[in-house]
Every structure is written in structure tokens, then in C-alpha cells.
């Protein structure tokens, strides 16, 4: 699934609440900006996967009397580029723009829509939060970007509005270059520990972030697996054991047969088949659980994709090979038997 911005090679430094470190922000960015192998460099007060924040916004037109509900961060300059997010209406953030740090937002898809603009560039959107100053709770459409997943696959994409505001950047955002990683890493930290000694260097990246968004799923998948495992090889055990003692109680039935003129194949193709009847109904008992229980886990996803036939077909075919080594063993070992021994034993 596209999730409308790339999250490859994105370092995330977690920045010191500490207002004078705050205030070394823009050195601290420029001297990260000049290591090679560091493609750019950005901030927001949120991770972009993790967004929980809300907030209502009014908008010149807007026909209802109500504010719209959205998602919003606060963001730096670059923070789509670093992102290589798509900018479908108008422009990103620009320092050629010294206004935009006070005057400018900019929208997604999402919110375009939920607002019924034909036309965003330029509109007046007021911020109903009384943690911005009065001055700063104004401001206007500069641009739309591109629908981008700010959480997990759990949830729809909803309405999301950017703009800059310096205090409340929390987390840094470096993009590296694929090439020489690990010294790049060396350069950064040494940079970090510079910028801000005495502070611990944290950082993560944001792939693994994300698999974090998942990590429940990922638990499950992997209990799911041994559970399954074990299913099985109990399974083909229990198989083994009933082929076993059928084979047993059936020794003089295969020695008559042999006797007659059976050949060893028709003996294990009689053998099999009645265990194959038993596994086909077996199948057709648990495809409908297994389709209830996929169904309803997947309801939980808001992108899913669709249960085919063909996986049960294929899960089917793969329960009927399993059945057939297993019993085979002991149904040609018993088709190969001596009929004279086992006549002469009954």
C-alpha cells in the first residue's frame, strides 16, 4: 500500500525541550544539511505515522456553523521534501516566504474536500485553539498536498493542516543518502553531541516506527505460525498413528487382495481414499470458520484486501499432500507386506 510519502533511510532525532537548545535549532539543522551523505533535514511536533492531535478550523464560506474537526501539526521548512510528499495544489513552505511562518497553512486532499473548495489557494482559515496567539490563529491556503496515511492502516485518511510554528518542533527528521551509511550516522551523532553536549543522542528510524504500528499483528502472525506448526505436526501424527492401527486391523483384507491379483497401488489408493474423504470434510467444516475469522480480523483494517477462493482451495490442497505422504508410508508398507505371512498370522 502507498502510504504517500517515503519512510526509506529517515533518521528521527528526538529534540531537547529545553528553550535554549531550541534557539541553536537553525545552526543545528544548517550543520546537519552539510554532512555528506544527508539529503535533508526537517521538524514537526509529531511523527508523521503518529498524529493525534485535533483541532477545529473555520474558513471563509464555510457553510456550516459548526468547525470542521482535523489533524494538524506543526511543521518546518523542507518537512514535505524530506518527505518527498507530493504538493498537488499550489507550493510548500518557503523561506523566500518570510510570511509563511505566521500567515500560511497548507491542506490535504482530505480536508480540501471535507471543506468543498473549488478553488483553496488563498482562503482565510481561522484556528480555534487557545494555545495560538490571537496573531497567529489566521491564516490562509498556500497549498494542497497530496493524501498521505498519518496512521496506521487501521484508520481512513482524514481531513490534515500543516503550518510552521518554531516552538513546537519535538522531532527531527533526517533523510541519508543510500550510500555510506554508518559514517554518516557517525556524523550526525557527533554533530548532535556538539550542537547539544550533555543532552543523550536519541534516535530512531522511522521504518521502524512504523512496524511498531503493527507490532500486535506481527505478534499474532508469528503465534499464529507456531500454533499452526504444531497443529500439523500433531496432526500427522495422529495420521500416522490411524494408519497405522487401520493398516493393522486390515491385514488380512490387504493379504486376500494381494493374493487375488491387487496390485500394491490399488491397495494404497483403497487406503488412502477413505482417509482423503475424511480430510475433504474436514476442509469443508473449517472454511467457513477460517473465513469468518478472516473476515472479521480484516474489518479492523480500513485498506484490506479481498479473501479469495483460492487460498482455501490452495490451504485444502495442502492439508489433502500432507495427508496423502503421511498415510502412504504405512499403506505401502502394507501393500508390499508378504501376503503368506500376514494369512498365515491371522
Known sequence: ??????????????????????????????????????????????LPIRVGEWIGIDWEGNPEEDFLPVNYTMVDYDFFETFQMEIVQGR????????????????????????????????????????????????????????FHFRSLHRDIGPFIFRIYRPWLFNMYVRIAPEQIPETLE?????ARQAAPGYPFRYTFLDDEYRE?????????????????????????????????TTTQRTREIGVRKVLGASVSAIVLRLTGEFIRWVL???LIAWPMAYIFLHRWLADFS??????????????????FIAVVTVSYQAIKAARANPVVSLRHE
Open 1 to 46: 500500500k502507498d502510504l504517500g510519502f517515503n519512510r526509506d533511510r529517515v533518521m528521527t532525532i528526538a529534540l531537547p525541550d529545553d528553550p535554549a537548545l531550541q534557539r541553536q535549532y537553525d545552526p543545528f539543522k544548517h550543520a546537519l544539511r552539510s554532512i555528506p551523505g544527508v539529503q535533508n533535514v526537517s521538524a514537526s511536533a509529531s
Open 92 to 147: 510548500s513552505f518557503s523561506m523566500a516566504h518570510p510570511g509563511d511562518e505566521s500567515t500560511a497553512c497548507i491542506i490535504n486532499e482530505s480536508a480540501l474536500r471535507a471543506m468543498g473548495l473549488a478553488d483553496p489557494l488563498g482562503t482565510p482559515v481561522y484556528f480555534a485553539h487557545p494555545a495560538f496567539p490571537e496573531s497567529l490563529r489566521q491564516v490562509e491556503i498556500i497549498g494542497v498536498v497530496k493524501d
Open 187 to 191: 556524523k550526525i551523532a557527533a554533530t
Open 213 to 245: 504500528l503493527y507490532q500486535s499483528e506481527q505478534q499474532m502472525g508469528q503465534l499464529m505460525r507456531i500454533f499452526g506448526f504444531l497443529a500439523i505436526t500433531i496432526s500427522c501424527l495422529g495420521l500416522l498413528g490411524l494408519a497405522a492401527h
Open 281 to 283: 470434510l474436514a476442509n
Open 303 to 320: 485498506y484490506r484486501i479481498h479473501i479469495s477462493i483460492w487460498t482455501f482451495l490452495m490451504a485444502g490442497a495442502l492439508t489433502l
